[in-house]
Nanobody, 122 residues
Framework: QVQLVDSGGGSVQPGDSLRLSCTTSGRIFSSAVMAWFRQAPGKERDFVAAFRWGAGQTLYADSVKGRFTISRGGAANTAALQMNSLKPEDTAVYYC???????????????WGQGTQVTVSS
C-alpha cells in the first residue's frame, strides 16, 4: 500500500505564504493524480486542488484559484501546494491524496496522507 506523508503546515498571519509537501513511498506514475483536500473543524473535507502527474493538467476549487498552485515538488515522488495570500478561512487540516481521475470528488481518491495543520490568524 502506498503511503503519503504530508508536511509543511504551520501558523501564519493573513497575507502570508506556506508551501505544503506530500511525499509518497513509491514511484508516482504519469497517469496518477495528486490532490489536496482540507477539513476545518466541524466541517466536511473539501477539495482544494489536483493535478495529473505526467500531463500537468490542473483543477482548483474556486476559493483558491489565483492564490494556490499545485505542482511537483522539488524532490522525487513529492507533490507540493504553494499557498499565497492566505486568509483566515483557509485554516484547516490539509490532506494530500492520490487517485487516477482528475476530480474534486472525495471518493475518487484512495490513498491519503495523515494531514498537516494550517492556521491563519492575526
Amino acid at each position: 500500500q502506498v503511503q503519503l506523508v504530508d508536511s509543511g503546515g504551520g501558523s501564519v498571519q493573513p497575507g502570508d505564504s506556506l508551501r505544503l509537501s506530500c511525499t509518497t513511498s513509491g514511484r508516482i506514475f504519469s497517469s496518477a493524480v495528486m490532490a489536496w483536500f482540507r477539513q476545518a473543524p466541524g466541517k466536511e473535507r473539501d477539495f482544494v486542488a489536483a493535478f495529473r502527474w505526467g500531463a500537468g493538467q490542473t483543477l482548483y476549487a474556486d476559493s483558491v484559484k489565483g492564490r494556490f498552485t499545485i505542482s511537483r515538488g522539488g524532490a522525487a515522488n513529492t507533490a507540493a501546494l504553494q499557498m499565497n495570500s492566505l486568509k483566515p478561512e483557509d485554516t484547516a487540516v490539509y490532506y494530500c491524496a492520490r487517485g487516477v481521475d482528475l476530480s474534486s470528488t472525495l471518493s475518487s481518491y484512495r490513498d491519503w496522507g495523515q494531514g498537516t495543520q494550517v492556521t491563519v490568524s492575526s
